[in-house]
C-alpha cells in the first residue's frame, strides 16, 4: 500500500489566509518531507522532519509529526497568490532502502 | 550543478512505436528513481537504482517497460511498444546517500501515446 496520503482536499482560500494539509502513514519511518509542485514542472522540495522531531519551521512553512499517530500536517502561513501549487508529503520509511513514497497530493489555489 | 536532466521534455508517439525518455542526475548522488504521475494514480515509483544497480523495479506495470544506468550519470526508461494508457508525465529524480536527505526532481518528460 502506498504510503504517504494526504487528505484529498482541494483548498481554495483567500490572500493572506492560512492554509493547512494533512498527511496519514502506515509504516515506521526515518523521515517525512513535504513537496511542492507548480503545474507543469517537478516537484520541489520544502522540508523534511526527522522521526524523532515533532514541529519544525522553514519561513512560512510550519510542520508537525505525530509518529503515534502516523501523520503530519503542513501549515502556510499568510499565504500568497505564488504559493498556488500541489503540495505532497513523501515518507521515508525505515525499511524502505531510502525509497521515498508519495501521496496523491493537495491541490491549493491562493485567490489575490 | 544544473539540476537533474530530463529530455525530451515532451513527446507525442504513435501506439506500437518504442519511446525512450532520458535522466542525468545530479553528480555525487547515489540513488535515482523513475516516477510516473498520472491524474487517476497520483505518484508512482517504478524503479530506482542504488550506484547504478536496480534495487527495487517492482512498480514498473510490465515488460513493456525496461530501465538502464550504464553509469552514474546517465539513466533511461524504455517503453516497448508503448500504448495509449501510457501516456502521462515521467519524472527522474537523484537523491544523495545516508540518512534524511532530499530527492532533486527533473521537470519530467510529458509522454503523449496516440
Known amino acids: 500500500s502506498q504510503q504517504g496520503e494526504e487528505d484529498p482536499q482541494a483548498l481554495s482560500i483567500q490572500e493572506g489566509e492560512n492554509a493547512t494539509m494533512n498527511c496519514s502513514y502506515k509504516t515506521s519511518i526515518n523521515n517525512l518531507q513535504w513537496y511542492r509542485q507548480n503545474s507543469g514542472r517537478g516537484l520541489v522540495h520544502l522540508i523534511l522532519?526527522?522521526?524523532?522531531?515533532r514541529e519544525k519551521h522553514s519561513g512560512r512553512l510550519r510542520v508537525t509529526l505525530d509518529t503515534s499517530k502516523k501523520s503530519s500536517s503542513l501549515l502556510i502561513t499568510a499565504s500568497r497568490a505564488a504559493d498556488t501549487a500541489s503540495y505532497f508529503c513523501a515518507t521515508d520509511p525505515i525499511y524502505g532502502n531510502n525509497r521515498l513514497a508519495f501521496g496523491k497530493g493537495n491541490q491549493v489555489v491562493v485567490i489575490p | 550543478d544544473a539540476g537533474v536532466i530530463q529530455s525530451p521534455r515532451h513527446e507525442v508517439t504513435e501506439m506500437g512505436q518504442e519511446v525512450t525518455l532520458r535522466c542525468k542526475p545530479i553528480?555525487?548522488?547515489?540513488?535515482l528513481f523513475w516516477y510516473r504521475q498520472t491524474m487517476m494514480r497520483g505518484l508512482e515509483l517504478l524503479i530506482y537504482f542504488n550506484n547504478n544497480v536496480p534495487i527495487d523495479d517492482s512498480g514498473m506495470p510490465e515488460d513493456r517497460f525496461s530501465a538502464k544506468m550504464p553509469n552514474a550519470s546517465f539513466s533511461t526508461l524504455k517503453i516497448q511498444p508503448s500504448e495509449p494508457r501510457d501516456s502521462a508525465v515521467y519524472f527522474c529524480?537523484?537523491?544523495?546517500?545516508?540518512?534524511?536527505?532530499?530527492?532533486?526532481f527533473g521537470q519530467g518528460t510529458r509522454l503523449t501515446v496516440v
Open positions: 522532519i526527522r522521526s524523532n522531531e
Open positions: 529524480a537523484s537523491r544523495p546517500g545516508g540518512w534524511n536527505t532530499e530527492a532533486f
Open positions: 553528480s555525487g548522488h547515489d540513488y
